[in-house]
């Protein structure tokens, strides 16, 4: 693997969603913009703030659209189209209801499962993007999801997305010297 590769955290601009839920994905390159000892600038063109980084000794881009979640494939679209970057070398991070806090898996392609901004991103790419799925639980009952995902997780809860973090920044690593499969099976056995 040599080509650039994007890593795009999903969330909502503003002070008022950065402790949200739904910002999981905006923590991720957070995380990984502070080991890289890199700040992320506002990039118009992107619709984002990015960053160039060395993680893990690969040249990749991290980004955090600015578009609010439901058009993030506006600014996926276009960081995709100025660096000519493939979908494969998309890997876009985001809350996911379907997992507990504390687990993190990895997918290639599929569906969108409802999330907003994968829906955006689908309409705007097709489907055969990479994924960090970040567990955020679900709230147990449908009609509380949009309250859930726009709330800030408990103190136990938060660490325990931490942990998730923490564990998909070291499958960045074997994704980038071992391929993608040691990669998942990484992430999925210490998630479990």
């Known amino acids: ?17 950065a402790q949200t839920r739904h910002n999981a994905g905006f923590w991720w390159i957070d995380a990984l913009a502070g080991a890289a000892r890199v700040s992320l600038r506002p990039e118009s ?6 960053a160039r980084a060395t993680v893990f000794g690969r040249d990749v ?5 600015q578009t609010f979640m439901n058009r993030s494939g506006q600014a996926v679209q276009a960081v995709a189209q100025f660096y000519k970057i493939e979908p494969g070398n998309l890997l876009i991070a985001h809350d996911e209801l379907a997992l507990p806090p504390g687990t993190a898996r990895l997918k290639l392609g599929g569906g969108h499962a409802g999330h907003n901004g ?35 997780p408990g103190r136990d809860e938060a660490a325990a997305v931490s942990d998730a973090l923490i564990k998909a920044a070291g499958a960045l690593d074997t994704w980038f010297t071992k391929g993608w499969e040691q990669a998942m099976t990484q992430l999925h056995t210490q998630s479990d």
């Open 1 to 17: 693997m040599s080509e650039l590769v994007a890593l795009i955290g999903l969330g909502n601009p503003g002070a008022d969603y």
């Open 45 to 50: 063109k992107f619709h984002s703030h990015a």
């Open 61 to 65: 881009l991290l980004v955090q659209p």
């Open 118 to 152: 994968l829906r955006n991103i689908h309409a705007a790419l097709g489907p055969d993007y990479r994924r960090l799925r970040i567990g955020i639980g679900h709230p147990g009952d449908k009609a509380q999801v949009l309250n859930y995902v726009l709330g800030r």
